[in-house]
Nanobody
Framework: VQLQAFGGGLVQPGGSLRLSCAASGRTGIKNTMAWFRQAPGKEREFVASIRWYDSPLYSDSVKGRFTISRDNAKSTADLQMTSLKPEDTAVYYC?????????????????WGQGTEVTVSS
């Protein structure tokens, strides 16, 4: 399984950005696709996750501002980010667990993309 993340960039506070993650290989359909982020000097943290058959999960810090969605036919997961704040600045990573985890923990995810950088600044 390989994951590739797209869509990072520089955006002003209050702006929006959409990240995409494309998975390839034998992913199955019962997997969890997730987004994590890592700010400079901080640990990698959970942002959002989604399985194909139930509601997405979000961290409290992004709930109401970010929306995760997936397209099972294309094996993609997007993260629509709105009302961005400077504290959202980080490298964003997509991740996948083939077993369908609901965990917020990095160790629960088997596969990781390369990361895409998001900078929120005026």
């Amino acid at each position: 399984v390989q994951l590739q993340a797209f869509g990072g960039g520089l955006v002003q506070p209050g702006g929006s950005l959409r990240l995409s993650c494309a998975a390839s290989g034998r992913t199955g359909i019962k997997n969890t696709m997730a987004w994590f982020r890592q700010a400079p000097g901080k640990e990698r943290e959970f942002v959002a996750s989604i399985r194909w058959y139930d509601s997405p999960l979000y961290s409290d810090s992004v709930k109401g501002r970010f929306t995760i969605s997936r397209d099972n036919a294309k094996s993609t997961a997007d993260l629509q980010m709105t009302s961005l704040k400077p504290e959202d600045t980080a490298v964003y990573y997509c991740a996948m667990d083939l077993g369908g985890t609901r965990s917020f923990r990095t160790y629960a995810y088997n596969y990781w993309g390369q990361g895409t950088e998001v900078t929120v600044s005026s």
